[in-house]
């Protein structure tokens, strides 16, 4: 059956995409992804950004970085597109021309002239960067949207005993039941010795209600009475119930995005992936606690805890990026339809498209001009060196000659 598309969109995960929807002569397409800007969609469009205050994503970096972490940093921008280019770009583009078309464009030139960028990212508290016209934020997509309902059942009940709450996920893919039994025991110890036992003693800690989202059965029985095991729990709902004071998670975007859309800081334990950067924007604004796995202990997290509890700062920054986030001029939703709207109707958009796509890497840094430049300053040097050494050695005949006259 045959089908027309006015318009595609495509992952940026990889380039194949790409070639699908050139082989199916779909007129126009956006480039979206469902997080941040990935470094190799960003130098393929044309933007290259500068390594000493731009770190790669997928590192934990700020972007205020150390000389170490710089000189990583360039590495990274520095070796990553040749590695695109010849791992993925360049097979990839073969698969194409052995079962599509033998004259079949290279994916890469096809990525360079794509139309229009989508990155699920917010200028708020993304890291500033260069960027082009044609890379849209559309960061907390659907979130403004995500009304938050009154808890009810269960979780009524132990919310309305609480003094305080506070919500324990490591999002839908990373199960928190398959955490190393050592950390088990910490975040028990955690929890049950310092805010619920121990609230006896300091009555200026609060009485925390913790819930968890955990989907096995392994800590039944060795729970403390202020821990909540569910496979399942309504984040949203918990996350702005006026009771919750913070939302320890794994550092993924979407649960960054959800504690930024609530007013509510974090305490993230990063695992792989952008989630290391997502943890470092939090720390960077002021509304999160960075803990590193390999350091994960009662005592670490449990300090965590305290500085959420009593420095009041962060909870103001919270507060203070929902207000920026929602608030902005235009809303994600909106960006999405009228750009969508506005490409289907003119196809391509050349005109947002930099030439420094067609620029190779000694004309986009200038460095054959900045040859020729220091060329053309050390033969000035040189010869007026040797004008200088030729009239010096011509005085010296002069002199040497009159002074011989002389005697």
Not at 47 to 57: F, K, N
Request: net charge positive; with cysteine.
């Amino acid at each position: 059956m045959d089908a027309r598309f006015d318009l595609a969109i495509s992952d940026m995960v990889g380039f194949c995409t790409i070639g699908i929807i050139h082989a199916a002569k779909i007129p126009t397409w956006i480039w979206m992804n469902n997080g941040p800007l990935i470094d190799f969609v960003s130098d393929t469009v044309g933007t290259h950004s500068p390594s000493s205050y731009v770190p790669p994503i997928l590192t934990p970096f700020s972007d205020k970085m150390t000389f170490f972490q710089r000189l990583q940093s360039f590495t990274v921008w520095t070796i990553l597109p040749v590695l695109v280019k010849r791992f993925v770009i360049a097979p990839q583009t073969e698969l194409f021309r052995k079962y599509v078309d033998p004259n079949f464009p290279n994916l890469g030139e096809l990525a360079a002239n794509c139309p229009l960028v989508m990155v699920n990212s917010d200028e708020t508290y993304a890291l500033p960067r260069p960027i082009l016209h044609k890379i849209i934020y559309i960061g907390g997509l659907g979130m403004g949207g995500k009304s938050a309902k009154p808890l009810s059942g269960e979780f009524k009940k132990i919310a309305d005993k609480a003094s305080n709450i506070m919500v324990f996920s490591f999002g839908s893919i990373a199960n928190a039941s398959q955490m190393p039994v050592s950390w088990k025991t910490e975040l028990l110890k955690s929890f049950k010795y310092n805010f619920y036992t121990k609230i006896i003693i300091c009555r200026n800690f609060p009485n925390i209600e913790f819930f968890v989202r955990y989907d096995a059965k392994d800590l039944e029985g060795k729970l403390p009475p202020n821990v909540h095991l569910y496979s399942w729990l309504p984040q949203t709902d918990l996350l702005h119930h006026q009771k919750t004071r913070a939302l320890i998670t794994h550092g993924g975007y979407n649960s960054l995005q959800e504690a930024i859309n609530a007013g509510i800081p974090i305490i993230a334990i990063p695992l792989f992936g952008d989630q290391p950067t997502n943890a470092m924007l939090a720390e960077k604004h002021h509304f999160g606690i960075t803990l590193q796995k390999s350091q994960f202990s009662e005592k670490v997290l449990t300090k965590a805890i305290r500085t959420i509890l009593q420095v009041s700062s962060y909870s103001k920054s919270a507060k203070r990026m929902r207000s920026m986030v929602q608030n902005k001029p235009c809303k994600p939703e909106e960006l999405l339809v009228r750009w969508t709207e506005y490409l289907a109707e003119f196809k391509e958009l050349p005109n947002l498209t930099p030439y420094s796509t067609k620029l190779n890497f000694f004309e986009y840094y200038s460095i054959d001009i900045v040859l020729v430049l220091t060329t053309a300053v050390l033969v000035i040097l040189f010869a007026t060196l040797k004008i200088l050494r030729l009239v010096t050695t011509k005085l010296r005949r002069l002199l040497s000659l009159k002074k011989r006259k002389t005697d």
